[in-house]
């Protein structure tokens, strides 16, 4: 059992540039989501999904793109990279949408856009 | 719109020292509030989940509180250890069952 992983851990990107930042988990989670984590702030949510097939917009949707084709994966898109989206990117999951449910956090994915 | 903070941002202690975390929020309708530690390079990993209804949780040493009309809650760590140096993070649900979350306190316990 893995929990939840995230690849690549580091990268960097030139502006301009597109990369999908992958997310898996294999606990049949139902809920996942994506959040980033800027110095001094708290961790923001980018996009969430609460099945396979959905999914909805967070609190700092624009830039990114999601899809939930299986339960196990969520990869997240940037479309066209600014230096505004140098961040720590973590996934999460849980077995539902819920206030009480525990979330799952994968290891982060560090992205420098140069 | 609920806003969490948490100061301060980075506290040092010496080991075996009694410690408190302090987390406030604006909107005391909560449904419960959450503790989080984050380690370098790491996930975070969920700590303590205080209900709406409860004042308080434990687990080994660590104790939350929860004051829903001051909206405050502390995380109280007994007898620090080095193992314990870590960021600590509290987060509440919205209405829509999204966390809001603190900014965290980076914790060093010097041995």
């Known amino acids: 059992n893995a929990g939840v992983t995230q690849t690549p851990k580091f990268q960097v990107l030139k502006t301009g540039q597109s990369m999908t930042l992958q997310c898996a988990q294999d606990m049949n989670h139902e809920y996942m989501s994506w959040y980033r984590q800027d110095p001094g702030m708290g961790l923001r949510l980018i996009h969430y999904s609460v099945g396979a097939g959905i999914t909805d917009q967070g609190e700092v949707p624009n830039g990114y793109n999601v899809s939930r084709s299986t339960t196990e994966d969520f990869p997240l898109r940037l479309l066209s990279a600014a230096p505004s989206q140098t961040s720590v990117y973590f996934c999460a999951s849980s077995y539902v949408r819920s206030s009480t449910d525990t979330q799952y956090f994968g290891p982060g994915t560090r992205l420098t856009v140069l | ?111």
């Not at chain 2, 660590?62 to 009309?69: E, I, V, Y």
């Not at chain 2, 314990?84 to 980076?106: E, F, H, M, R």
């Open chain 2, 1 to 111: 719109k609920q806003e969490v903070t948490q100061i301060p941002a980075a506290l040092s202690v010496p080991e075996g020292e009694n410690l408190v975390l302090n987390c406030s929020f604006t909107d005391s309708a909560i449904y419960n509030l959450q503790w989080f530690r984050q380690d370098p390079g790491k996930g975070l990993t969920s700590l303590l989940l205080i209900q709406s209804s409860q004042r308080e949780q434990t687990s080994g040493r660590l104790n939350a509180s929860l004051d829903k009309s001051s909206g405050r809650s502390t995380l109280y760590i007994a007898a620090s250890q080095p193992g314990d140096s870590a960021t600590y993070l509290c987060a509440v649900p919205d209405s829509n069952y999204q966390l809001i979350w603190g900014a965290g306190t980076k914790l060093i316990i010097k041995p």
